[in-house]
C-alpha cells in the first residue's frame, strides 16, 4: 500500500530554514500529485503547495510564495519542501500528501487526498 513518510522538521528562529524530506512508497507516483499541508494547535488542516510529479508543475498558497519551494526526486521518490524566511506564524505539523492525477483547483482541499504521511512538527521560535 502507499506510504508517505516525513522527516525534516525541528525548532528555528525566525528568519531561518528548514527543508522537509517525504519518501512515497508502494507504487509508482508518476501520475500523482503530491502536497504538503499544515495543522497548528486548535486550527484546520491547511494546504501550503502542491507538485505534479510527472511534469513538476507546482502551486502555492499566497502565505508561503516567494519563501517556500516544492520540488520532487523522480529516482529517490522523495518530495521537498524547502522552507525559507521562516515565521512564527508558520508553526505547525507540516504533512505530506498524495492523490492520483493531475492536480486542478481542488489541490487546495485535504478531501483530494486518499494518502497521509504521520506528520513532522516545525517550530518557529521569535
Known amino acids: 500500500q502507499v506510504q508517505l513518510v516525513e522527516s525534516g522538521g525541528g525548532l528555528v528562529q525566525a528568519g531561518g530554514s528548514l527543508r522537509l524530506s517525504c519518501v512515497a512508497s508502494?507504487?509508482?507516483?508518476?501520475?500523482?500529485?503530491m502536497a504538503w499541508f499544515r495543522q497548528a494547535p486548535g486550527k484546520e488542516r491547511e494546504s501550503v503547495a502542491v507538485?505534479?510529479?510527472?511534469?513538476?508543475?507546482?502551486d502555492y498558497v499566497d502565505s508561503v510564495k516567494g519563501r517556500f519551494t516544492v520540488s520532487r526526486d523522480n529516482a529517490k521518490n522523495m518530495v521537498y519542501l524547502q522552507m525559507n524566511t521562516l515565521k512564527p506564524e508558520d508553526t505547525a505539523v507540516y504533512y505530506c500528501?498524495?492523490?492520483?492525477?493531475?492536480?486542478?483547483?481542488?489541490?487546495?482541499?485535504?478531501?483530494?487526498?486518499?494518502?497521509w504521511g504521520q506528520g513532522t512538527q516545525v517550530t518557529v521560535s521569535s
Open positions: 507538485i505534479s510529479w510527472r511534469f513538476g508543475n507546482t
Open positions: 508502494g507504487r509508482t507516483f508518476s501520475n500523482y500529485a
Open positions: 500528501a498524495a492523490t492520483r492525477g493531475v492536480y486542478s483547483s481542488s489541490w487546495r482541499s485535504s478531501a483530494t487526498y486518499a494518502y
